[in-house]
């Protein structure tokens, strides 16, 4: 199957379920509103894309790493991204653990900014 298929696929899903907003797509090749997902698929989901996706340094928790087909392009990931944080930001049910590894995403990109700037380091260490 081409790449603009499942694409293509992608988009008539939405439009037969009425939704525009952006549709999670497991390894089964089901799609998944994420304001329907459990809050922990959320996160596990950030996770994966971010220790997948960023040097080792800046991985977060238990770091799983796994070879992704054709749809899942780096456009994708970052509309995953965008559309995830805002979703947990909302939710009441996030575990302490898990918003402390959001909080280590952040730091890292504060890190690296301060790092462009010249300004002083802030350091977190991973645990």
């Not at 790449?3 to 008539?12: T, W």
């Not at 907003?21 to 459990?38: N, P, Q, S, V, Y």
């Not at 939710?91 to 918003?99: F, Q, T």
């Amino acid at each position: 199957m081409t790449m603009d298929l499942v694409a293509a696929r992608s988009v008539a899903k939405a439009k037969e379920t009425g939704l525009t907003a952006f549709l999670w797509r497991d390894r089964t090749g089901e799609f998944h509103r994420i304001d329907r997902m459990e809050t922990r698929h959320l996160f596990f989901t950030l996770r994966m894309i971010w220790n997948n996706h960023m040097p080792r340094d800046a991985r977060v928790g238990d770091v799983r790493l796994y070879s992704f087909g054709p749809y899942y392009t780096p456009s994708y990931f970052r509309d995953a991204i965008a559309a995830i944080l805002p979703e947990l930001r909302g939710r009441n049910d996030i575990r302490r653990e898990w918003m402390r590894q959001i909080e280590q995403m952040f730091a890292y990109f504060n890190n690296a900014n301060r790092i462009q700037s010249g300004a002083p380091l802030r350091v977190s260490a991973a645990q």
